[in-house]
């Protein structure tokens, strides 16, 4: 009675999802279905009342036991039974002993196997190794082959059944089976149309699948063409890239940075290199945008990959944070640090500036003397607080963050001549002559001064203002 009362009924569903989502549990029914499948083809072949028949029968029907328990379990622990129904409809019809014909249909368990987590996540996962022009299409590739091999196996049977004895070109498997291959790929029954009503259908459905499964091949080729003639179609020469910037990672910051430097006209031919493991170009809002940007689909923490795309040339190397392939805000903070610290070390010229998730990384990037880095969600909060404390005060940052519009920042050296003199004189003189406001200077040691009250300035002084253009001293 104890026993009784410890028994958890979705517990132990529970588990039996957990044993049929396992490896092993799905490549051992993969096998039985194959053995299956292989027995009835050998059954069919067989002439009637041949002493075999007997035997192969009586190990698929220990076949057809072992499915219907497994079926039976599915069902059991499934948590909706129209989705189980939706998803083993056919190896349902393929357990019943009156529906002898249909127990090819077991075949297409391999067709259904790809749209289910057990099969085709695996499978997934293993195409993620093929090189690149197959892993864009190889759902597609998978599909295509699931496709013709079902048609040829469950149409050399069902041809063997319906025409043997009645037509002699169909007198065994391997004529059923060659009448299937050539009529899949020719699009019309070869040699002859079948002589019974049961062999004609079965020619209709070959050849409306072997269309089916050649339109898709069809598209995804074309897909892939038409990807690679809208790409670069030369080769890129990444040795004659210099004075570039390298973006590392790509998120939705990535594209703002590119329309950015595209704004300001100073940059208007600038190379600008990506550097991202995406599995196609990601898409823009602005499509001119895309022939601005070299992609290079790898690992930017790779030396081999930043040296491939010039960092020891490059003027800039802006770092995102990379949260791609489901990495962590941990992970991705360690990635950008790798990275910044190795363009640092292949190029000390390199401005180098990073995006970090948590600040208290950012020691390790000081450390690097990695130039500059910004804590992304630090940032939007400062901005979201200085709007609240100050309303209006946003549009004032919306309008000096971007190039696109009004006035921006500008960083600009000092001149010889203005060595020696005053903040306030250059205030006055930006003010008088090109409407612009002189707000701050850094100088060659790293000091930063926003509107200093007594600053004189000194040779490799950087001063920075906002104005509509250019500034021209």
């Known amino acids: 009675m104890d026993d009784l009362a410890s028994f958890d009924l979705p517990t132990l569903k529970r ?89 090819i249909v077991r075949v297409m368990r391999l067709l259904g196997t790809f749209q289910t987590s057990r099969w085709f996540n695996p499978v997934y996962r293993y195409a993620q190794a093929l090189p690149a022009f197959l892993r864009r299409g190889a759902t597609e590739y998978f599909l295509v082959f699931g496709l013709l091999m079902t048609t040829i196996v469950f149409s050399s049977a069902a041809m063997l059944v319906f025409e043997r004895g009645r037509n002699p070109q169909i007198d065994n498997l391997t004529d059923a089976f060659w009448f299937s291959l050539y009529s899949v790929f020719a699009g019309e029954p070869i040699p002859g149309l079948p002589i019974s009503v049961g062999g004609r259908f079965v020619s209709l459905f070959v050849l409306l699948m072997g269309m089916v499964t050649f339109a898709i091949l069809t598209g995804t080729v074309s897909a892939f063409v038409i990807e690679q003639l809208r790409t670069k179609p030369m080769a890129i020469e990444w040795e004659e890239f210099s004075d570039h910037i390298i973006i590392c990672g790509w998120n939705k910051k990535a ?33 001119t945008l895309k022939n601005c940007v070299y992609f290079i689909c790898d690992d930017f ?46 190029n000390r010229a390199v401005y180098t500036c990073a995006e970090l998730i948590n600040r208290e990384y950012g020691s390790h990037l000081d450390m690097g003397h990695v130039n500059d880095y910004v804590v992304s969600e630090e940032q939007s909060g400062f901005l979201l607080a200085q709007a609240a404390l100050s309303p209006g ?81």
């Open 393 to 473: 005060l946003l549009r004032l940052f919306s309008e000096l963050m971007t190039y696109e519009r009004g006035n921006q920042f500008y960083v600009f050296n000092i001149p010889e001549e203005w060595v020696g003199q005053t903040f306030f004189d250059l205030f006055v003189y930006l003010k008088k002559t090109q409407n612009a406001i002189l707000v701050g200077v850094h100088d060659l040691d790293g000091g930063f001064f926003v509107n200093p009250d007594r600053y004189v300035f000194k040779e490799s002084d950087r001063a920075i203002a906002i104005a509509r253009d250019d500034l021209e001293l």
């Open 255 to 287: 594209e703002i940075i590119v329309r950015e430097y595209r704004a300001a006209r100073r940059n208007k031919r600038l190379p600008i290199v990506a550097i991202a493991q995406l599995d196609r170009d990601p898409p823009f809002s602005d499509p």
């Open 301 to 346: 923490t790779k030396v081999s990959v930043l040296e491939k795309a010039g960092i020891r040339r490059a003027k800039t190397c802006i770092i995102l944070s990379d949260k791609t392939l489901g990495r962590t805000d941990r992970d991705a903070d360690a990635r950008t640090i790798l990275a910044a610290l190795t363009a640092e070390k292949l």
């Open 15 to 103: 588990s039996l999802r957990r044993f049929f989502r396992h490896p092993w549990v799905n490549a051992a029914a993969i096998v039985l279905i194959v053995v299956s499948v292989s027995l009835v083809l050998t059954e069919f072949s067989l002439s009637e009342g041949a002493p075999e028949i007997e035997s192969l029968s009586r190990i698929n029907r220990t076949i057809s036991i072992i499915f219907t328990l497994e079926l039976t379990l599915r069902a059991f622990c499934a948590h909706a039974k129209r989705q189980f129904l939706r998803e083993y409809w056919l190896d349902v019809l393929a357990i019943v002993p009156i529906l002898r014909p249909f127990r």
